[in-house]
C-alpha cells in the first residue's frame, strides 16, 4: 500500500506538533471530509498526547471531520483495545493512535482495516497493522540529545539511570535502544545502572526515582523518557536534597511555563532541578 511507510517530518513552523500538517495533507487525499474520526492514544493527560489532539482537532473543524479524542486512564495496551472494539462498531472512518505496545493492538488494529477504516499511527508504531505512521523525530537523534547533554553535567565516565513507564513501551524502548546504542559507540566510560518504571504516574515515578537515588549512590544523572517522570523525578531529587549533584535529563514537550504538562506544575523545575530537557515539539 502506497501509504504504509513512515513520514519523518521538519519541524519548523509547525502548530502543535507536526501531527496537525500530516493529518490534514492524509485527509485530503483519501477525501474524508464530512466524516467521523476517532484518535486514541496511550493514555489520558499527558501534555504531548493532548497537544497532538489540539491539533488534530484543529484540522478535523477545518474539514468538517466529527473527531472523537479519549483514551485508557491509565497506561494499558489492553484498555486500548477496549476502546477500539467499541469504536469499530461507531463506524468511524479513521483511528488515529499512539500504541502502548507494538503487538497487543495489532488485532483489533487489522479488524478496522477490515471494516474499511483507515488506521493512522502516531509517535509509537504498530508497524503490522496500519496505513501510515508519523514519526516526528528520529529515535537516534532524541537518544544522542539526551546522552550528550548528560556527558555535558556528568563528564564521558560516570553512573547515570533511566525513568520510563513501562517495559513494553514502544517508543521508550526505541529511545532506550538509541541511547545505548550511543553510549557503547561514543562514550563506553557511561554506566547504565539501572532503568526504573513509574507507569506514567506521577506519584509512582517519585517512588521509583527515590529508590534509584538510595540504591545507586553513584549515580550521578537520571534521564526521563516519559512525562510524568521528568515530574516525579525531578520532586525525588528535590526532597533527598540531590538538586546540583544528579542531573536531570527530560524528554517532552517544550513550555515556556516551565511545566512538564499543563496540569501538573513542576515545582522542582522551577527551582533549578531540571538540568535540561530534549524536546520534539516546537
Given at each position: 500500500?502506497?501509504?504504509?511507510?513512515?513520514?519523518?517530518?521538519?519541524?519548523?513552523?509547525?502548530?502543535?506538533?507536526?501531527?496537525?500538517?500530516?493529518?490534514?495533507?492524509?485527509?485530503?487525499?483519501?477525501?474524508?471530509?464530512?466524516?467521523?474520526?476517532?484518535?486514541?492514544?496511550?493514555?489520558?493527560?499527558?501534555?504531548?498526547?493532548?497537544?497532538?489532539?489540539?491539533?488534530?482537532?484543529?484540522?478535523?473543524?477545518?474539514?468538517?471531520?466529527?473527531?472523537?479524542?479519549?483514551?485508557?486512564?491509565?497506561?494499558?495496551?489492553?484498555?486500548?483495545?477496549?476502546?477500539?472494539?467499541?469504536?469499530?462498531?461507531?463506524?468511524?472512518?479513521?483511528?488515529?493512535?499512539?500504541?502502548?505496545?507494538?503487538?497487543?493492538?495489532?488485532?483489533?488494529?487489522?479488524?478496522?482495516?477490515?471494516?474499511?477504516?483507515?488506521?493512522?499511527?502516531?509517535?509509537?508504531?504498530?508497524?503490522?497493522?496500519?496505513?501510515?505512521?508519523?514519526?516526528?523525530?528520529?529515535?537516534?537523534?532524541?537518544?544522542?540529545?539526551?546522552?550528550?547533554?548528560?556527558?555535558?553535567?556528568?563528564?564521558?565516565?560516570?553512573?547515570?539511570?533511566?525513568?520510563?513507564?513501562?517495559?513494553?513501551?514502544t517508543i521508550q524502548l526505541a529511545w532506550i535502544g538509541a541511547m545505548k546504542?550511543?553510549?557503547?559507540?561514543?562514550?563506553?566510560?557511561?554506566?547504565?545502572?539501572?532503568?526504573?518504571?513509574?507507569?506514567?504516574?506521577?506519584?509512582?515515578?517519585?517512588?521509583?526515582?527515590?529508590?534509584?537515588?538510595?540504591?545507586?549512590?553513584?549515580?550521578?544523572?537520571?534521564?526521563?523518557?516519559?512525562?510524568?517522570?521528568?515530574?516525579?523525578?525531578?520532586?525525588?531529587?528535590?526532597?533527598?536534597?540531590?538538586?546540583?549533584?544528579?542531573?536531570?535529563?527530560?524528554?517532552?514537550?517544550?513550555?515556556?511555563?516551565?511545566?512538564?504538562?499543563?496540569?501538573?506544575?513542576?515545582?522542582?523545575?522551577?527551582?533549578?532541578?531540571?538540568?535540561?530537557?530534549?524536546?520534539?515539539?516546537?
Open positions: 500500500m502506497e501509504d504504509r511507510r513512515r513520514s519523518r517530518l521538519c519541524r519548523d513552523g509547525c502548530d502543535n506538533g507536526p501531527d496537525r500538517r500530516v493529518f490534514l495533507g492524509w485527509c485530503r487525499r483519501h477525501d474524508l471530509a464530512h466524516d467521523q474520526g476517532f484518535n486514541g492514544p496511550e493514555l489520558l493527560g499527558l501534555a504531548v498526547f493532548e497537544a497532538n489532539d489540539q491539533g488534530a482537532a484543529q484540522v478535523a473543524k477545518k474539514l468538517g471531520i466529527d473527531l472523537t479524542y479519549t483514551a485508557p486512564a491509565t497506561a494499558s495496551a489492553e484498555g486500548q483495545v477496549s476502546i477500539f472494539d467499541a469504536e469499530i462498531a461507531q463506524h468511524y472512518n479513521v483511528i488515529t493512535m499512539s500504541s502502548d505496545d507494538p503487538t497487543v493492538p495489532a488485532p483489533v488494529l487489522k479488524k478496522a482495516m477490515k471494516a474499511g477504516i483507515q488506521v493512522i499511527t502516531y509517535d509509537s508504531d504498530v508497524p503490522s497493522a496500519r496505513d501510515f505512521f508519523i514519526q516526528d523525530t528520529a529515535y537516534s537523534s532524541i537518544g544522542q540529545a539526551l546522552i550528550n547533554a548528560v556527558v555535558g553535567f556528568t563528564g564521558p565516565k560516570a553512573e547515570i539511570a533511566i525513568m520510563s513507564s513501562t517495559t513494553d513501551a546504542a550511543y553510549i557503547a559507540a561514543k562514550y563506553p566510560g557511561l554506566k547504565l545502572d539501572t532503568i526504573g518504571y513509574g507507569l506514567s504516574i506521577q506519584s509512582t515515578s517519585l517512588s521509583v526515582a527515590e529508590g534509584i537515588i538510595h540504591s545507586y549512590a553513584n549515580v550521578k544523572s537520571i534521564i526521563c523518557i516519559d512525562s510524568a517522570a521528568c515530574v516525579g523525578t525531578a520532586e525525588a531529587i528535590a526532597d533527598l536534597h540531590e538538586s546540583g549533584k544528579i542531573g536531570d535529563f527530560g524528554i517532552g514537550p517544550r513550555r515556556r511555563t516551565g511545566r512538564t504538562s499543563p496540569t501538573s506544575p513542576c515545582r522542582p523545575c522551577s527551582s533549578g532541578t531540571r538540568s535540561a530537557r530534549a524536546s520534539w515539539t516546537c
